[in-house]
């Protein structure tokens, strides 16, 4: 008996999601694209006095309604992603990280330098200095290149 209601409880759940999934299909409207498609098609009609087919615009139709074009263009603007603004920053940032790599590279090559023949700690440090300089020059290159890259500058 206790199977039984569970049983009527998710016959009848289910009942009520599938009416309320064809309420919504029956309330389904069409997209913009899809009206001002259907109203230039009216409008073509109504000038010619013959019916348009359905399939397909005629070509002088499409081309008198500007607006059409401007209302898909708007359509396809609203559907584009935000474009985020920190790209700016991070190309900032990347060129900051390129100038400390340089002024490392030339810490290390004063480094070597005032090693003299002597020190061998000296030479290792430099170089480590130097190899180190380089290595920020070329991830703040790679940022920066990166970053233009896909706003098209490059």
Request: charged letters at 20%.
């Amino acid at each position: 008996p206790w199977e039984a209601d569970q049983f009527a409880e998710l016959q009848r759940r289910k009942a009520e999601q599938d009416a309320a999934e064809e309420a919504l299909a029956a309330e389904a409207t069409p997209t913009v694209a899809e009206a001002v498609t259907q109203a230039v098609k009216e409008r073509a009609a109504a000038e010619s006095g013959a019916p348009v087919d359905s399939g397909a615009l005629p070509s002088e139709a499409v081309a008198a309604e500007g607006p059409v074009a401007e209302v898909m263009l708007a359509e396809l603007a609203a559907e584009e992603p935000a474009v985020s603004q920190m790209w700016k920053w991070g190309t900032v940032a990347a060129i900051v990280l390129a100038v400390i790599g340089v002024v490392l590279v030339a810490w290390g090559i004063a480094a070597v330098a005032a090693a003299g023949k002597t020190s061998r700690v000296g030479y290792a440090g430099g170089g480590a200095i130097s190899i180190l300089g380089l290595l920020f020059v070329g991830a703040g290159a790679w940022v920066v290149f990166g970053n233009l890259r896909k706003r098209g500058v490059i």
